[in-house]
């Protein structure tokens, strides 16, 4: 195990939806299952990470269509075509009973790992559509970090070189299918913790991955993280 303190947080692991909500999405049901609904196979990579490597997980389980919580609390788009017509009571109440606590709960572990040990790594664990939009993605893992950061460029370099080296023909990208800089939790922690207490960075798996047979890139994955792990005191 490292010895630098990992938190595994999974924003968009389910598509579940609370009760008082069923209503509200009844015939949403295609969107639900698909990837605007969630992250298929985020949780289980989140979940396999948080037994292999003994690491502490939060793994949402809401959709995000009820709320998003890889978007900022001023961020107009964290609410969906289902939800951002609700009045603001509403809206409200979504962000007190869904948001604020799960933000609030990943928080305050970060801040208790970083208070212990000086610093911190945030991991934050999600899937993407293999096409979107028509076009296939040219990708199966995504690193997503800020370049400027000098922590988070070293380790998803270091976490890049472990993947390819334990499966060459994994196609690992840096800041794609997004930009690790636009708006999302990490991207927010990034603002207002100091570079050197704080590394965050988003790994976005392909949802192809998740329809192979077999689990061999995960074990990869899993090592990849444990041994670039190492790297980051250094
Ligand atoms: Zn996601």
Redesign the pocket.
């Known amino acids: 195990m490292a010895t630098i303190p990992v938190v595994l947080s999974c924003?968009?692991g389910g598509n579940q939806v609370p009760e008082p909500y069923r209503e509200l999405f009844h015939g949403a049901e295609p969107a639900l299952n698909s990837h605007r609904g969630w992250?298929p196979g985020?949780a289980e990579l989140t979940r396999t990470l948080a037994e292999r490597l003994r690491l502490p997980a939060h793994i949402a389980t809401t959709t995000?269509l009820l709320v998003d919580l890889?978007r900022s609390p001023n961020n107009p788009r964290r609410f969906s075509q289902w939800t951002s017509p609700l009045p603001v009571e509403q809206r409200e109440l979504i962000m007190q009973r869904f948001y604020t606590p799960w933000r609030q709960a990943v928080e305050l572990q970060l801040k208790q790992a970083k208070a212990a040990h000086g610093k911190v790594v945030h991991l934050s664990i999600?899937?993407f559509t293999p096409i979107f939009n028509g076009e296939a993605r040219n990708c199966d893992i995504g690193l997503l970090y800020d370049p400027k950061h000098h922590s988070e460029k070293r380790l998803a370099g270091h976490l890049r070189e472990c993947l390819l080296a334990g499966m060459p023909t994994l196609r690992v990208r840096r800041n794609y299918p997004y930009t690790g800089i636009q708006d999302g939790f990490i991207a927010r922690l990034r603002r207002h913790w100091p570079e050197r207490e704080y590394i965050g960075i988003e790994i976005e798996t392909s949802q192809a991955l998740y329809d192979r047979d077999d689990r061999d890139w995960m074990m990869v994955l899993v090592d990849a993280v444990e041994s670039s792990l190492g790297s980051v005191d250094s």
Do not use: F, L, V
């Open positions: 924003e968009h992250d985020a995000r890889n999600h899937s």
